[in-house]
């Protein structure tokens, strides 16, 4: 089959490489329909997440038609066309009768933190990725989400990661009716967590980035207020100013391990590699939110040091809450928004590009030209 492979930081390209088989009698292969790049795939292919091995294909963000299934599938039939959670997960762990499906135990042991993901490194257990034309899916009792006939599959590619990771970090808010909100970062998961905060009741949402376009589009897709970083001297300040010197009640990052604006974090974090990330954001999170406020992290770091100013996070009495979206969990309220017509997440998709030109599709979205926002992979063959 064609699959994406990574070579080494800024170096991937495509092969042909054996197909996946089924491997467990829970396991289903799954014919891969749509694939997508993910800013955190951005991580992987810059060099930042440990563990990335060559040889290793990305893709956490993908829907399918199911071509075969072990012989203890029981809910998945050949034919099926199901949205796959980035989530691996066992749904008997401890964390998965928890619903946080983003910390299963069974699926990456030895682990510290993180649980199963697709195409994401060796530290979040080694799976390979969809952006591939098969995937072999485990645990396919739990984790697939058969598609409703009436959902786009384009919608359907964005239920897998995208708009659930930007309405849990909205919902880790723990926005209150009339709460001003802002948003780091305008990527596609910072474009839903804006979206979505208007969902929970926010009176006032203001999303952060350095990219004009990118702050173009969030404010046509989500009607909210921007900051362009670059205008600004002192984000902090800022935003005091603009919320009568209080500070916002939320503040989302939702940009993680590359953020720019603050030269000495970025030489040590991105560049050196002293710290796991540039904690730019989560500096402005914590100093900018008022008194009381909460703070919601789903930026990717590494899972090493970050230098945090955890004083300010006691003496200000924040709630800082941060985790990987448990998708599964957000799936019955997203669909019914998207079949309600609240919100419609394939418009945030620019790019469709052919899963052959991987290599360019990467080049496009990591160096943001052709004011790419969202790629979608076709693999060979599909219509799309």
């Known amino acids: 089959m064609l699959a994406m492979e990574y070579r080494g930081p800024y170096r991937i390209r495509t092969v042909q490489k054996p197909e996946p088989r089924i491997e467990h009698p829970n396991d289903a292969i799954v014919q891969v329909l749509r694939s997508c790049i993910c800013g955190s795939d951005l991580h992987l292919y810059h060099g930042l997440v440990p563990d990335t091995r060559v040889g290793s294909t990305f893709g956490h963000e993908f829907v399918g038609r199911v071509i075969e299934v072990g012989s203890s599938v029981r809910n998945l039939a050949i034919g099926d066309t199901v949205l796959v959670p980035f989530n691996i997960f066992c749904g008997t762990c ?97 474009i839903f967590a804006a979206k979505s905060a208007w969902l929970l009741g926010a009176g006032r949402v203001i999303v952060v980035d350095h990219v004009e376009y990118r702050l173009e589009f969030v404010r046509n897709f989500a009607q909210c207020e921007t900051v362009n970083l670059k205008e600004v001297d002192d984000m902090v300040v800022h935003l005091k100013k603009m919320t009568d010197w209080l500070g916002p009640d939320v503040c989302v990052d939702a940009v993680g391990a590359e953020a720019v604006g ?43 040091f970050n230098a945090v100013p955890m004083g300010n996070v006691v003496n200000k009495g924040l709630t800082l809450r941060a985790n990987q979206a448990s998708v599964k969990r957000h799936l019955p309220r997203l669909i019914e928004h998207i079949e309600a017509g609240r919100v419609e997440p394939h418009k945030i998709i620019t790019h469709r590009v052919p899963l052959e030109e991987v290599a360019d599709a990467y080049h496009v979205f990591s160096s943001k030209l052709d004011n790419c926002i969202k790629t979608v992979l076709i693999p060979p063959g599909v219509t799309q």
């Open 262 to 304: 603050d030269f000495l974090q970025h030489l040590t974090g991105v560049k050196l590699l002293l710290q796991a990330g540039s904690a730019t954001v989560l500096h402005w999170c914590i100093n900018s939110v008022r008194k009381g406020g909460t703070v919601s992290v789903v930026g990717v770091y590494g899972p090493t």
């Open 94 to 190: 401890f964390f998965c009768r928890k619903e946080l499906f983003g910390n299963c135990h069974n699926v990456n042991p030895e682990a510290t933190a993180a649980g199963g993901i697709y195409g994401y490194s060796h530290t979040t257990g080694g799976y390979d990725g969809g952006q591939a034309e098969y995937v072999r899916v485990p645990l396919a009792d739990v984790g697939p989400t058969k598609i409703p006939p009436w959902m786009k599959l384009d919608d359907a590619v964005l239920l897998t990661d995208a708009f659930p990771t930007g309405y849990q970090a909205a919902e880790m808010g723990s926005i209150k009716e009339g709460d001003t909100v802002v948003v780091f970062g305008a990527g596609p998961v910072g």
